[in-house]
C-alpha cells in the first residue's frame, strides 16, 4: 500500500501571479494550475513538514527547523532571463520536466522521511 502526500507549494518572496507560462506548460500535461495564488511561505506552518523541497537556485532559500528534513533541488528560475518567448517556454518545459521526473523517483523510492 502506497503512502498518501500533500504537497505545498510557497517561496520565500512570491510574485503576484502565477506565471502564465507555468500555466501553460502544467497545462499541457493535464494540471489545471488556473486557479492557484503564490504564497509566502511564512503562511505554512512547517512544523507539520516531513520534508521540505526547496528550489532555490538564484534566491537565498529560507531557514528552516532543524527538525524537518530537507532536499535541495535548486533549480533555475524559467522565468528569470527575458528571451524571446519559444526559448522561455522551452525553459518552462525544461523545469516542469526535471520536476516532474524528480517527484516520481521519490515516489519510487516512497521514503519515510
Not at 504537497?7 to 489545471?32: C, K, L, N
Request: glycine share 4%; net charge negative; charged share 25%.
Amino acid at each position: 500500500v502506497g503512502h498518501q502526500y500533500d504537497f505545498f507549494s510557497a517561496g520565500s518572496q512570491p510574485a503576484t501571479r502565477v506565471h502564465p507560462m507555468a500555466v501553460a506548460v502544467m497545462g499541457e500535461i493535464g494540471i489545471d494550475i488556473t486557479h492557484q495564488q503564490p504564497k509566502s511561505i511564512s503562511d505554512i506552518d512547517l512544523n507539520k513538514m516531513d520534508l521540505i523541497i526547496t528550489l532555490c537556485a538564484e534566491e537565498a532559500c529560507p531557514i528552516l527547523p532543524a527538525n524537518i528534513k530537507r532536499q535541495d533541488w535548486s533549480l533555475t528560475d524559467p522565468a528569470a532571463d527575458s528571451e524571446d518567448e519559444a526559448a522561455q517556454l522551452k525553459r518552462f518545459r525544461k523545469i516542469r520536466d526535471a520536476i516532474r521526473q524528480k517527484v516520481l523517483t521519490l515516489r519510487a523510492a516512497d521514503q519515510s522521511w
